[in-house]
Each structure stands twice: as C-alpha cells, then as structure tokens.
C-alpha cells in the first residue's frame, strides 16, 4: 500500500506568478483534500474532491482552484501569488461517501515560499 | 474565538515522564476526535482516532474524549525522545455533504534525554 506522495517538496516563487502542486492519493482512497498550513499554525481547510468534483471549500479565495483526476490524483493552483501564501500545502486522502469518518492521511507536504 | 483552542507551548520534559496535552473546541457538532503527531518539516501522522467520550489506549498513548465539557486529552506514557514533535488535536465535523478537519494550532514537545 503505497502512501501520499506530494510534489515539489519545495519551491520559490515570486509575487503574481501562478503555482501548480500535486498529489497522489493513497492507495485506495478516492477523495483528496488540501490543507495550508502556516509557519506554527494547525492546516487551515482550503478544499476538498470527490469522484472528481470539489464538494467543499473553506475561506480561500477562488484564486485557490483544484482538479482531481480519474485516478483519483490531484492538483492545487494558486494563481496570483502573495506572500502570505507562503506556507506548507498538505495533502490528504480517504475513503469518501457516506462512510467517511473524516479519517485523513496526510503527505509530507510541499513548502511554497513567495518573495 | 476559535472553535478549537490548543496551548501551543512549548512543553520540555524529561525522558520517562507522562505528558498530558490538551484541547478545548466550542462546536457541539464535530463528532470525531483525531490527534495527529507532526515531525518538523513534515507531514502530519495519525496517532489516535476517537469518536465516543471517553478513554481509548494504543501503546503508550492514551487519548480521552469529554464531550459534556467539550475536552480532549493526549496523555504519552514513558516519553521518549523520539516523541519530541508537535502534537495537533484535530475534530471532524460532516456538514454540506462532506467532512473537513478543524485544527488546534498544535503543541510542540521537547522530551530532554
């Protein structure tokens, strides 16, 4: 069983650029969410995919879109950049549907920095 | 005020003792109870999963739920080095078809050999 892998682990980008972050769900798991996690800071929710749609979102501006492929794969962009987006992007995966506990496994994450 | 409030520390103890961590949170509906433990500059790991009050035990690790007060506990039996990391309390609420985590900001442990 193969865990979440996250990808770049790390990167630098510059105010107004756009970033792409990816994500491969765990074995098994079909929804996929992204949490933003500040310096010291618990994951803030940003949103969540389910057989390929988001069907939740937190306080993040639309600036923030995601996709999720058939595989169950995923990708968060962020266009626009600011400086407070500096942050650690955690992806998540789970069982989705009725039975979901809210169980979540997470990556290791990507560390997005934004001079 | 936020709906889980979490004493960030930073708690330094010895090797061998029992660490208590804890977490306060204000909404009635989240229904399940999660601590998750996060090395620096990684991930964050599942340590314990609760949804009823109550006591649950895995290993050296004792998580309690008390719902009446809306209090949850970590306590690490026999600490170790290794645990030195932070400890995020987490609560899931199922709301608008979907379940999302709400997060403590985390309590960073320092176990001193």
């Known amino acids: 069983e193969t865990g979440v892998t996250q990808s770049p682990t790390h990167l630098i980008k510059t105010r107004g650029q756009q970033v792409t972050l990816r994500c491969s769900s765990q074995s098994g798991h079909n929804t996929v969410s992204w949490y933003q996690q500040a310096l010291g800071q618990g994951p803030q929710f940003i949103f969540q995919y389910y057989r390929e749609e988001e069907n939740g979102r937190g306080n993040f501006p639309p600036r923030f879109s995601g996709l999720q492929f058939p595989n169950y794969s995923s990708e968060l962009n962020v266009n626009a950049l600011e400086l407070d987006d500096s942050a650690l992007y955690l992806c998540?995966?789970?069982?989705?549907?009725?039975?979901?506990?809210?169980?979540?496994?997470f990556g290791e994450g990507s560390r997005l920095t934004v001079l | 005020q936020k709906e889980v409030e979490q004493d960030p520390g930073p708690l330094s103890v010895p090797e061998g003792a029992i660490v208590s961590l804890n977490c306060t949170y204000s909404n009635s509906a989240f229904q399940y109870f999660m601590w998750y433990r996060q090395y620096s500059r990684k991930g964050p790991e599942l340590l314990m999963y609760t949804y009823s009050s109550g006591n649950k035990e895995d290993g050296r690790f004792t998580a309690q739920v008390d719902k009446s007060s809306k209090y949850i506990s970590l306590f690490i039996r026999d600490s170790q080095p290794s645990d030195s990391a932070t400890y995020l309390c987490a609560m899931s609420v199922f709301s608008g078809g979907y379940n999302k985590l709400i997060f403590g900001a985390g309590t960073r442990l320092a176990v001193h050999p």
């Open positions: 998540a995966s789970s069982w989705g549907g009725v039975q979901n506990t809210g169980e979540l496994f």
